[in-house]
């Protein structure tokens, strides 16, 4: 018996909830270095939860776990496996190079009241799910979907966000109890913060720039830009 179908307006947001999404779309930051002791209230861990939860997922997936770390012994595994493999990568860059990348802190393991790893169960739905028969990758790309819904409701709650990608994965996988199928996408530290960067906190320590956007769009082939060197947008017909 097929469900009834109901459909929702869809017009746009008054300029007021509209500012407020782009707000936290341009003023979310990776947070290290600037959370504070405080707990989250649990109402508001579970709004963010909820909100990872509502995001788009390959075949209605939903292939994310949701691991929430607070034990002091288990944060404390982590940062050393962090700091192994934080030394591994500083030996990969040159002399200048990893002067800069030592300087920058780059986790807040310990320092945040919360610690998140969102997973991905890649059986989940069985061997056959609508939309990844041609892509096995698209339940990896849904769970990235709800690490950053996560991270925007996150924003607009004052809490903070760093995500922390340097580990070797099967530190990871044996300290959280990981098995086989289960793949740690994101490991998040979350905390309430009073400040956070204008900018990309790497851009302002020169470790790298954001790009003009207009050298990023093609128009309908790889590396095609439609008039010479310039791509103005209001040039798209559609747009
Ligand atoms: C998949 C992935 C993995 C990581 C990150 C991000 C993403 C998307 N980022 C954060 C990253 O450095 C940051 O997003 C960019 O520098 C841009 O800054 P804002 O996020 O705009 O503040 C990040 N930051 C960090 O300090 N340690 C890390 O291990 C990682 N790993």
Known sequence: MPQSIHLAPAGPFSDAERDAVYRA????RDVR??????????????????????APSVGFMQPWNF???????????????FSRANDEAAAMFGDARKALYSAIKLE??????VNLCITC???????VVLGRTHNR????????????NLWLAARAEGIGVGWVSIFNDADL???????????????????????????????QRGWA?????????FHNSWGQRESGESSDLSEIPSL
């Open 209 to 217: 720039q954001r790009m003009p956007l207009e050298e990023l769009i």
């Open 108 to 113: 807040g393991i310990t320092d945040a009241p």
């Open 173 to 203: 996988r044996e300290i959280l109890g990981l098995p086989e199928h289960v793949v740690p996408v994101a490991y998040l530290c979350l905390g309430h913060v009073r400040e956070l960067h204008s900018e990309p906190e790497l851009q």
């Open 137 to 148: 990758d698209t339940d990896l790309y849904s769970t990235v979907c709800a690490v950053q």
């Open 25 to 28: 779309i341009h003023t979310r």
């Open 67 to 81: 691991l929430l770390l607070t034990d002091p012994a288990t944060k404390a595994r982590v940062k050393h496996a």
């Open 33 to 54: 270095s600037q959370f504070q002791p405080d707990p989250i209230a649990p109402e508001v861990l579970e709004r963010l939860l909820l909100a990872a939860h509502h």
């Open 121 to 127: 169960d890649r059986e989940r739905g069985g061997p």
